[in-house]
């Protein structure tokens, strides 16, 4: 078990300094570059002339980064299904003590407990009420995450079209240079246009690919948690309805 959760702190560890290990990587690609020639735009200095498009990028990415770490914790199987709350609540309901199963449920504030609990207040009820209430109560806490984990898909969305926008419009500038400032008689300048405008696509691809394997394993946690929540859920409301017969 020790070893299990060691394995599990890992992975999160890693795919949280994921993003960051990308940008790190890719300033110092250009900061050696930069010091090896003596020549050229840095990396800082990239980034300020993209003007923007670099600006809204760098806000997706911190808003990115946001999400993971929140998302980490929110979905960990150990926050949304505690242990040893399922056992307590049969157990107090196998004393016949409705209302200490509730205040349990309340002082939980879990996915599994808030679930739990809106089939506890139903208690007395119909089987298919319980069943109702407790499907609701389940879809109402997985909308919300949902929603917070198809944040990571918008983003990931957006950000390769944003830099794709920038490099656009650099191209755009750099062919002016071309059209009226003799830019074919400098190709340094024309050159550095070009460079200014690719890297807005490259920033953009930066924040998008992280953002979309961070998408496709959070929602595939998200899956496997609720599949839980779904099987004991039901396992209580038999017992409830048991209980009512």
Request: one cysteine or more; glycine letters at 10%.
């Amino acid at each position: 078990m020790l070893k299990r959760t060691s394995r599990d702190n890992l992975k999160r560890a890693v795919f949280v300094l994921m993003p960051v290990f990308s940008l790190v990587v890719c300033a110092n690609v250009y900061a050696r570059d930069a010091a090896a020639g003596g020549k050229g735009l840095t990396f800082w200095r990239l980034i300020f002339n993209g003007g923007w498009v670099m600006a809204v990028i760098g806000l997706l990415s911190i808003v990115a980064l946001t999400l993971i770490i929140d998302l980490f914790f929110r979905l960990r199987s150990s926050k949304m299904i505690p242990a040893g709350y399922l056992d307590g609540v049969k157990k107090t309901l196998k004393a016949r003590d409705l209302k200490k199963a509730i205040q349990e449920s309340e002082l939980q504030g879990s996915f599994m407990s808030n679930v739990i609990l809106s089939g506890l207040k139903k208690c007395g009820q119909d089987l298919k009420m319980v069943q109702e209430a407790m499907a609701e109560a389940g879809a109402k806490e997985a909308v919300g995450l949902q929603q917070r984990v198809n944040y990571l898909s918008t983003i990931g969305t957006t950000a390769p079209m944003l830099g794709l926008l920038g490099t656009v419009l650099g191209m755009i500038q750099a062919f002016n240079i071309i059209a009226y400032e003799a830019g074919l008689g400098k190709p340094t300048a024309l050159a550095g246009g070009v460079a200014q405008a690719l890297v807005t696509t490259a920033f953009g691809l930066i924040v998008a690919i992280p953002a979309m394997g961070f998408f496709f394993y959070f929602r595939n946690r998200l899956e496997k948690v609720v599949f839980e929540v779904e099987i004991n859920a039901g396992d209580i409301s038999l017992y409830l309805g048991r209980k009512n017969s």
